[in-house]
């Protein structure tokens, strides 16, 4: 499983562009928002917290059909199948593989474009806590929809279609967090429903997506 | 006639919607089983 | 005799199609009687008139949650014990959920627009339902994107149960995110919540109409999908001889 973790990231960083591709996504859409709604800060503070998790989720979509299509077309999804690690396994470590290379990148940036939104400095700590927590989750039902989508052409539009409804609670509870943490409030709770979902997801999405795949390699 | 009072735009607008919406879905159900029954029948007979 | 007796599609072809018009008569009568006696109850004194569209908005959104339901059960009965029916009832049942949970979204902004003073408010109710309407287009779209038949209705079945586990979890997000206007179970037992007898009986038969409309549509959509199942084999049929 390591070596497969080893040889997923390695394909990324070799093969360029999918580790920039998503960041740079997310600073043009930070960029465009004040185009849209203007550049005064009263505008931009309160909104932030929203458009950074929704920039977020966006870049992280972007990259979600490589999770399994490279791999099917040259058939080493095949391979992964018979081999002796549970499918489940090798498709969690996939969605491992694609957190490292998108979320992080994306958690690191996020401060640096909340300066663009006028984020004030102590919602700062919360927004790279909430996007820790949360964009696990979104890295592993991207797994799971990607698995659904691996075999159709034009897969990608429906593999947003169907990913992003199921990312709505987690963009709740992630906003929230930043949200109160830029008014000071009680984050408590809204962490611990974020926290709540993605270890519910990292638990049970691989059974899912595995099945998916068993579907889509018949 | 029943009297509506201020609102009948909106009751009738509901109203409006929702049957030409059943009736739609109801329309498009029975063509397509129609058609399906149609493609059905001249391969049986054919085959 | 058993309920999997059903699961043969002949045997279905064959009692449904014995079913059908007895459904339709019922749907017919009871979904036109209820609306004819919904539109002549009296006006209420705080909405007046427009306390008429309940009788098309209460039942559309009761059937919205409970196709979704009825697809559940469906998908799982196909994942687990193979039967191609309930797959194919399931596919025919989504349409009629979204165009239930179209309704249920347009008479209550048409409604809310006089009562609220907007058409549309992120109310929580409202909101899960737009979501709801979302996983209904989600499924559809992933059963006409995929090719095989067999596949299409595994992964569909997923997608459904996964689905299911997140519009519970949205519904409850989404009260966490905004308290709302809109009030509560219409249906309450509880004294002083519950509607009037006189809206309450019209009420009830539009209920049982829009439950027999489903019925009968998703008969009808079976058998389409059945016939075309049929056909598409014949015809493979045909190429390899």
């Not at chain 1, 920039?20 to 004040?34: E, H, K, R, S, Y």
Request: aromatic share 10%; with cysteine; hydrophobic share 55%.
């Amino acid at each position: 499983m390591i070596a497969l973790l080893k040889r997923d990231l390695a394909l990324a960083v070799r093969a360029g562009g999918g580790f920039g591709l998503g960041v740079a996504f997310f600073l043009i859409l930070c960029a465009l928002v004040p185009f849209g709604v203007g550049p005064e800060t009263s505008a931009l503070r309160p909104i932030a917290p929203g458009i950074l998790w929704v920039g977020a989720l966006l870049s992280c979509l972007l990259s979600l059909d490589r999770i399994f299509a490279l791999d099917h077309e040259d058939g080493s999804l095949d391979l992964l199948a018979t081999a002796p690690i549970p499918l489940e396994g090798a498709v969690a470590v996939k969605a491992l593989a694609h957190w490292v290379t998108t979320g992080l990148p994306l958690i690191a940036a996020a401060p640096l474009f909340g300066i663009l939104l006028h984020l004030p400095g102590q919602a700062v700590p919360w927004l790279i806590a909430s996007l820790l927590i949360g964009t696990p989750a979104l890295s592993m039902l991207g797994a799971f929809g990607a698995a659904i989508t691996v075999g159709l052409r034009r897969g990608g539009l429906l593999l947003s279609l169907l990913v992003l409804p199921l990312y709505i609670p987690t963009l709740i509870f992630g906003t929230e967090i930043v949200r109160r943490g830029m008014e000071q409030g009680s984050t408590a709770t809204p962490l611990l429903f974020l926290a709540g979902i993605t270890a519910g997801v990292l638990a049970l999405v691989p059974f899912a997506a595995a099945a998916a795949l068993r579907v889509n390699l018949r | 006639m029943i009297e509506l009072g201020k609102y009948a735009g909106t009751v009738l607008a509901a109203y409006g919607v929702s049957l030409a919406l059943l009736a739609g879905l109801v329309w498009q159900s029975i063509v397509a089983n129609a058609r399906a029954r149609r493609d059905l029948e001249r391969q049986e007979k054919n085959g | 005799m058993s309920i999997w007796e059903y699961a043969n599609p002949v045997k279905f072809m064959r009692t449904s199609g014995a079913i059908l018009p007895w459904a339709a008569g019922a749907a017919a009568i009871c979904t036109t009687g209820g609306l004819l006696w919904g539109f002549l109850t009296p006006e209420d004194y705080k909405q007046g008139s427009t306390v008429k569209i309940v009788f098309l908005h209460v039942p559309a959104a009761m059937m919205a949650i409970n196709i979704w339901v009825m697809m559940l059960a469906a998908s799982l009965i196909w994942l687990i014990r193979r039967h191609h029916v309930s797959a194919l009832a399931a596919k025919a049942a989504a349409p009629v959920g979204a165009v239930m949970t179209l309704i249920a979204l347009a008479t209550g902004a048409v409604w809310g627009q006089p009562m609220w003073g907007t058409w549309w408010e992120w109310d929580p109710r409202l909101t899960s339902f737009l979501i709801l309407l979302l996983f209904y287009i989600g499924y559809m779209a992933l059963w006409s994107a995929i090719d095989d038949p067999d596949s299409a209705a595994d992964l569909t079945g997923v997608l459904c149960l996964v689905g299911s586990v997140f519009a519970i979890l949205s519904r409850y997000a989404v009260l966490f995110w905004n308290q709302g206007l809109h009030q509560g179970a219409s249906l309450s037992v509880a004294p002083g919540e519950r509607m009037s007898a006189v809206y309450r009986y019209p009420l009830y038969l539009t209920m049982l109409g829009f439950f027999l409309l489903f019925l009968t549509l998703l008969l009808i959509r079976t058998r389409t999908e059945i016939r075309r199942r049929r056909l598409a084999a014949l015809q493979a049929r045909e190429m390899r001889a």
